[in-house]
């Protein structure tokens, strides 16, 4: 995972906000899987972290990559007129 997933579940949990032993009863986890996942020493898969959003109340959408809009055309600052 990319993601600095460690922080990203701490975050998630506070915006609940749970406390460990309450965000692994909602996800269905032990406490310990938690505290992995928060110190890094685990990462949550792509359906756990899917599930924290969810739990959270927030759009697991928001994970996927932004679509440029259409006609939007991004200049490259490396190219001066």
């Not at 909602?26 to 406490?31: M, Q, Y």
């Not at 959270?56 to 490259?76: A, F, V």
Request: hydrophobic share 30%; charged share 25%.
């Amino acid at each position: 995972m990319t993601l600095d997933s460690k922080h990203l579940v701490q975050q998630l949990r506070l915006s609940g906000p749970y406390s460990v032993i309450q965000f692994a009863k909602k996800l269905g986890v032990s406490k310990q899987t938690v505290y992995n996942w928060e110190s890094g020493k685990t990462a949550p898969d792509l359906p756990q972290l899917i599930r924290m959003y969810v739990v959270c109340g927030l759009n697991p959408r928001s994970l996927l990559p932004q679509k440029k809009q259409q006609g939007e055309i991004k200049e490259d600052p490396r190219i001066s007129e």
